[in-house]
């Protein structure tokens, strides 16, 4: 029969200093920032656009431009980036959406995107999220987000409640 292990069994002083200073003091997690849409933005049928988020929660090295729709941080290193689109078609039609896609892009150019294709049996609304961990080089790198919806009559409709974030990983 095998003994149950505590602590007490482990050797806790063999773990060296470095380590666990390392541990406990691994910096800051900024800069970071939350946005939203201050309203409703309309995106034409089966296009894509860059979704015009300007209604920041937090921003803590003005790294996201609210005109631009941009995040560039001044600090290289690897952040954590999450886009969530909610969208819908501008029509009253209970059941127009056909397909939501949301893209995170560097420097212009995808890098990580979620679709949801309804493929036929449309919906009235849909949400999809998409994450990443990207290397941003601090000076020119930035990131910005484009949303694409397929509807069945009228435009798409990207939803107040969307919202992106991200933060400097530590």
């Given amino acids: 029969m095998t003994k149950a292990r505590t ?96 893209s995170i892009r560097k420097n212009g150019s995808g890098i990580s995107a979620v679709c949801d294709d309804y493929g036929g049996n449309d919906i009235a609304q849909g949400c999809v999220t998409t994450s990443a961990v990207v290397a941003l080089n601090g000076s020119t790198d930035y990131i910005d987000f484009e949303a694409e919806i397929d509807v069945n009559s009228g435009t798409g409709m990207v939803s107040h409640n969307s919202r992106v974030s991200g933060y400097k990983l530590a």
């Fill in 7 to 102: 602590l007490a069994d482990f050797n806790t002083t063999a773990i060296p200093a470095a380590v666990i200073t390392g541990l406990s003091s691994g910096g800051t997690n900024a800069p970071a920032f939350d946005v939203k849409l201050s309203s409703n933005q309309d995106i034409g049928d089966a296009s894509s656009a860059t979704v015009a988020f300007n209604s920041e929660s937090i921003d803590t090295d003005t790294a996201f431009n609210s005109s631009t729709y941009r995040f560039t941080p001044q600090t290289a290193g690897n952040y954590f980036i999450t886009f969530t689109l909610y969208a819908y078609p501008s029509t009253t039609a209970a059941t127009d959406l056909g397909k939501v896609q949301a």
